[in-house]
């Protein structure tokens, strides 16, 4: 039977089919729906972990344990997972490990675009690397027989495109693989450095095998045609060249890590003009020209954003003088075509709009995180100096105020969702109270993990599949308090006024403080829905102090502001109206 999948839903097919027992992830685009879609296959448990971290050492002992585990994350995820990562290298597996790691070319939902074929190099890890749904389906699979046979984790590439296309897929049967019978071995998962060393020299020896088998893989294929022009390439750019270059001769890596140095050698000594196509970085040709081979890549492809078809085809037909059957130029301009800018901004009845308001009334120096908070760096609201990484809010408030002094710091706040603050914020928050430093932290508890779809957390306290006990949600001033701050307060943050009044208070303490602003997201929330506000045109001033929420609700009708049938009452612009023109539905008009 063929279904027509994304290659998110793919890969989880392919972990169910390879008989996978556990799935680990901390949600972020483009990887989340892997795990989601995970968790509708009864035999596999399925979890989201507090961060990529701990999902991969929740990987790594499901596969001690004998058992086959998948793990997912965005490729900046990775880089928090990369302690246990390494040195899963060195200990190798016992059930296979899979570690899906989705780059983000274009950087649509990330703060970065790097290439992690350079982490799973580092790591001497061999890595898969699908090019459509039926690919990432398979070489999961593959990716499981490939860990177990050669005693080693190995990284899934894919990229935005990747992971969000459609296209059909052959499903197939699950493969149930019984536990085999657990056994110390010290010597093997014990990684002090006695033994660390002998496993290293087993990594060595390991990556020459993989050498030797990515010259036969069929995972590594030559498609021959026009040899004129010979192309390598893999994973989605490979789509884009076949429709620009559908003649062309290519050598499509699937095995992307490590190089069949001699096929490749082979086909570009059979090819006049060769040429490396790849998405971000120059991987593969940097090798190539290490090896003394003539190859054109990076001096005619991009090596920022994400590689489109009509990018690949512009580039190939300028260098070799052949016609695409792809248009190689934007289509002449016409007058009205282009649609007008949409830049994202805060929904409507987003709980963070408020708070950003106070903040930016208060002309407070914000250090921000990695959420949909993050939009409140935006005109009008304007109010974020920093965003980093997660979870680096609190550590660089620490540094700004270690660094200008205590008049700085009254001055100055960290903001963090309560996901984000699970993920990574408590660490940071601990490094306040331990070195004394008086931060004021806000944790944006909007009860979700919203970014990426609305995902719980263990600040929700449900489950991948729903599961709720109360002594799974955990509190987090509680938990504030734990750690020794003693100033927490909870505030909802459409209370303007005790918003400013608060921050005011805990910003003259001279000790860590944490307000927790707590309102559920807009999109979750479905019983603070309200009839709409209307603006009165004739008590209106045309101030457009309502307009300076970034609501996107609000607009400018000739002279007076209006509002749109979007509107859910959140009651925002009618706290800052000055004239009081802004009123609930049912007051006279």
Same mark, same amino acid.
């Given at each position: 039977?063929? $279904?027509?999948?994304?290659?998110?839903? /793919?890969?989880?097919?392919?972990?169910?089919?390879?008989?996978?027992?556990?799935?680990?992830?901390?949600?972020?685009?483009?990887?989340?729906?892997?795990?989601?879609?995970?968790?509708?296959?009864?035999?596999?448990?399925?979890?989201?972990?507090?961060?990529?971290?701990?999902? @991969?050492?929740?990987?790594?002992?499901?596969?001690?344990?004998?058992?086959?585990?998948?793990?997912?994350?965005?490729?900046?995820?990775?880089?928090?997972?990369?302690?246990?990562?390494?040195?899963?290298?060195? *200990?190798?597996? *016992?059930?296979?490990?899979?570690?899906?790691?989705?780059?983000?070319?274009?950087?649509?939902?990330?703060?970065?675009?790097?290439?992690?074929?350079?982490?799973?190099?580092?790591?001497?890890?061999?890595?898969?690397?699908?090019?459509?749904? !039926?690919?990432?389906?398979?070489?999961?699979?593959?990716?499981?027989?490939?860990?177990?046979?050669?005693?080693?984790?190995?990284?899934?590439?894919?990229?935005?495109?990747?992971?969000?296309?459609?296209?059909?897929?052959?499903?197939?049967?699950?493969?149930?693989?019984?536990?085999?019978?657990?056994?110390?071995?010290?010597?093997?998962?014990?990684?002090?450095?006695?033994?660390?060393? @002998?496993?290293?020299?087993?990594?060595?020896?390991?990556? /020459?095998?993989?050498?030797?088998?990515?010259? *036969?893989?069929?995972?590594?294929?030559?498609?021959?045609?026009?040899?004129?022009?010979?192309?390598?390439?893999?994973?989605?750019?490979?789509?884009?060249?076949?429709?620009?270059?559908?003649?062309?001769?290519?050598?499509?890596?699937?095995?992307?890590?490590?190089?069949?140095?001699?096929?490749?050698?082979?086909?570009? !000594?059979?090819?006049? $003009?060769?040429?490396?196509?790849?998405?971000?970085? &120059?991987?593969?040709?940097?090798?190539?020209?290490?090896?003394?081979?003539?190859?054109?890549?990076?001096?005619?492809?991009?090596?920022?954003?994400?590689?489109?078809?009509?990018?690949?085809?512009? /580039?190939?037909?300028?260098?070799?003088?052949?016609?695409?059957?792809?248009?190689?130029?934007?289509?002449?301009?016409?007058?009205?075509?282009?649609?007008?800018?949409?830049?994202?901004?805060?929904?409507?009845?987003?709980?963070?709009?408020?708070?950003?308001?106070?903040?930016?009334?208060?002309?407070?120096?914000?250090?921000? &995180?990695?959420?949909?908070?993050?939009?409140?760096?935006?005109?009008?609201?304007?109010?974020?100096?920093?965003?980093?990484?997660?979870?680096?809010?609190?550590?660089?408030?620490?540094?700004?105020?270690?660094?200008?002094?205590?008049?700085? /710091?009254?001055?100055?706040?960290?903001?963090?969702?309560?996901?984000?603050?699970?993920?990574?914020?408590?660490?940071?928050?601990?490094?306040?109270?331990?070195?004394?430093? !008086?931060?004021?932290?806000?944790? @944006?508890?909007?009860?979700?993990?919203?970014?990426?779809?609305?995902?719980?957390?263990?600040?929700?306290?449900?489950?991948?599949?729903?599961?709720?006990?109360?002594? $799974?949600?955990?509190?987090?001033?509680?938990?504030?308090?734990?750690?020794?701050?003693?100033?927490?307060?909870?505030?909802?943050?459409?209370?303007?006024?005790?918003?400013?009044?608060?921050?005011?208070?805990?910003?003259?303490?001279?000790?860590?403080?944490?307000?927790?602003?707590?309102?559920? =997201?807009?999109?979750?929330?479905?019983?603070?829905?309200?009839?709409?506000?209307?603006?009165?045109?004739?008590?209106?001033?045309?101030?457009?102090?309502?307009?300076?929420?970034?609501?996107?609700?609000?607009?400018?009708?000739?002279?007076?502001?209006?509002?749109?049938?979007? =509107?859910?009452? =959140?009651?925002?612009?009618?706290?800052?109206?000055?004239?009081?023109?802004?009123?609930?539905?049912?007051?006279? !008009?």
């Amino acid at each position: 039977m063929r $279904q027509l999948m994304t290659g998110n839903e /793919a890969i989880a097919r392919g972990a169910w089919e390879a008989g996978v027992r556990v799935a680990t992830a901390y949600p972020g685009t483009p990887s989340t729906e892997i795990t989601e879609n995970a968790a509708r296959y009864p035999e596999i448990y399925a979890e989201w972990s507090p961060n990529e971290k701990v999902a @991969l050492e929740v990987g790594l002992g499901a596969s001690i344990a004998g058992g086959r585990a998948l793990v997912a994350m965005k490729h900046v995820g990775v880089n928090v997972a990369a302690d246990p990562l390494f040195t899963a290298a060195y *200990t190798g597996v *016992t059930g296979g490990l899979v570690l899906v790691s989705a780059d983000d070319p274009g950087m649509h939902s990330s703060q970065n675009e790097q290439d992690n074929r350079h982490l799973g190099r580092a790591a001497k890890i061999p890595i898969l690397e699908p090019a459509d749904s !039926q690919e990432a389906k398979d070489f999961t699979v593959a990716a499981f027989s490939l860990s177990e046979e050669f005693d080693t984790p190995v990284m899934l590439r894919i990229t935005t495109r990747a992971a969000h296309s459609r296209s059909l897929v052959q499903l197939g049967a699950r493969e149930e693989r019984p536990l085999p019978p657990y056994s110390k071995d010290a010597r093997k998962y014990v990684m002090i450095p006695a033994y660390a060393r @002998l496993r290293h020299t087993a990594v060595e020896a390991r990556l /020459a095998a993989l050498r030797e088998l990515a010259e *036969t893989t069929p995972l590594n294929r030559v498609e021959w045609g026009d040899k004129s022009i010979g192309i390598v390439t893999g994973g989605v750019a490979y789509q884009y060249v076949k429709e620009a270059l559908p003649g062309a001769s290519v050598l499509k890596l699937g095995l992307s890590f490590p190089l069949p140095r001699r096929k490749i050698t082979e086909f570009a !000594q059979t090819v006049a $003009q060769l040429y490396v196509v790849e998405e971000l970085e &120059d991987f593969w040709e940097t090798y190539l020209r290490a090896w003394g081979l003539p190859v054109r890549g990076k001096e005619i492809f991009p090596r920022t954003g994400e590689l489109q078809p009509e990018t690949v085809a512009a /580039a190939l037909a300028a260098d070799t003088g052949r016609p695409s059957r792809l248009p190689t130029s934007p289509p002449p301009a016409v007058a009205g075509a282009e649609p007008p800018a949409r830049p994202p901004v805060l929904c409507p009845g987003c709980p963070h709009r408020g708070l950003f308001y106070v903040l930016r009334k208060m002309r407070l120096i914000v250090a921000g &995180d990695i959420g949909c908070y993050t939009l409140g760096c935006l005109e009008p609201l304007n109010s974020i100096d920093t965003t980093i990484c997660m979870g680096a809010s609190i550590g660089a408030a620490i540094g700004m105020e270690k660094t200008r002094g205590e008049e700085f /710091a009254r001055r100055l706040v960290a903001v963090i969702g309560d996901s984000t603050f699970i993920h990574s914020g408590v660490t940071g928050l601990i490094d306040a109270v331990y070195n004394n430093a !008086q931060t004021t932290l806000l944790i @944006l508890d909007n009860r979700t993990t919203g970014m990426t779809g609305h995902q719980d957390n263990p600040a929700t306290g449900r489950t991948l599949r729903g599961e709720w006990r109360e002594r $799974q949600e955990i509190d987090l001033a509680r938990l504030c308090r734990a750690v020794g701050v003693n100033r927490v307060t909870t505030v909802d943050p459409f209370e303007m006024e005790l918003m400013e009044e608060t921050l005011r208070t805990e910003l003259a303490a001279a000790e860590p403080s944490v307000v927790i602003s707590r309102r559920k =997201c807009a999109l979750i929330d479905r019983e603070a829905a309200r009839p709409p506000l209307y603006v009165d045109q004739a008590e209106c001033t045309g101030c457009f102090r309502c307009m300076r929420l970034g609501c996107p609700c609000l607009s400018r009708r000739e002279q007076k502001a209006a509002i749109s049938d979007q =509107c859910v009452a =959140c009651g925002l612009c009618a706290q800052v109206c000055a004239a009081g023109a802004i009123k609930t539905t049912g007051e006279a !008009q």
